[in-house]
């Protein structure tokens, strides 16, 4: 079966960028989507396709994908970023599958 | 706009069913795929099943192959997930999804199962 593996946390200080990396065999091939969720809340697509960014998503979260690793960046992160984010591809054998997840902590 | 309003969550006993619900609003509900997504409390998101636009198409998680049912009524607007042979492992919150192919772009707010003695 195919799976995903993210850092369990990343930290990052006001106004920096913080980089959130998902690992997977030869991910370059597949799309890759990233879902943002905030405590007691549904999860949000903030990226999806790889670098695509929702409508109301702001332009500061970008992604990218090659090799073995795809890439969430939060670029100038504010408080309100402050939440979990997982990646997610589709899979022939295994259907959907997500990440680990990653907390991101802004200080 | 899209809305996704779960029901039919709740307590149920070790190999007892449940039977969860899915209105959808806003949007045109026979022309998208719908997925049925779940999270154990302090865990991950683990995909359950997925259903095609017609209903032809079905695929479920390993976990829940064989106990678990997706449906949907078109002429509704509802997505179904019948749960049969509830184990304690299946305690988590249940999300309706609607999918574009490959992605989730919307998520209701989930209804909590929970199985216990």
């Known amino acids: 079966s195919y799976e995903l593996t993210q850092p369990l946390s990343v930290s990052v200080a006001l106004g920096q960028t913080a980089r959130i990396t998902c690992g997977g065999n030869?991910?370059?091939?597949?799309?890759v989507h990233w879902y943002q969720q905030k405590p007691g809340q549904a999860p949000v697509l903030v990226i999806y396709?790889?670098?695509n960014r929702p409508s109301g998503i702001p332009e500061r979260f970008s992604g990218s994908n090659s090799g073995n690793t795809a890439t969430l960046t939060i670029s100038r992160a504010q408080a309100g970023d402050e939440a979990d984010y997982y990646c997610?591809?589709?899979?022939?054998?295994?259907?959907?599958?997500f990440g680990t997840g990653t907390k991101v902590t802004v200080l | 706009q899209v809305q996704l309003v779960e029901s039919g969550g709740g307590l149920v006993k070790p190999g007892g069913s449940l039977r969860l619900s899915c209105a959808a609003s806003?949007?045109?509900?026979?022309?998208?795929?719908m997925s049925w997504i779940r999270q154990a409390p302090g865990k991950g998101l683990e995909w359950v099943s997925y259903?095609?636009?017609?209903?032809?198409?079905?695929y479920y998680a390993d976990s829940v192959k064989g106990r678990f049912t997706i449906s949907r009524d078109n002429a509704k607007n509802s997505l179904y997930l019948q749960m049969n042979s509830l184990r304690a492992e299946d305690t988590a919150v249940y999300y309706c999804?609607?999918?574009?192919?490959?992605?989730?772009?919307?998520w209701g707010q989930g209804t909590l199962v929970t199985v216990s003695s």
């Open positions: 806003g949007f045109t509900f026979s022309d998208y795929y």
């Open positions: 030869n991910i370059g091939s597949k799309n």
């Open positions: 999804a609607r999918a574009k192919a490959d992605h989730v772009d919307y």
């Open positions: 396709r790889d670098s």
């Open positions: 997610q591809v589709w899979d022939s054998s295994t259907h959907c599958v």
């Open positions: 259903i095609s636009s017609s209903g032809s198409t079905i």
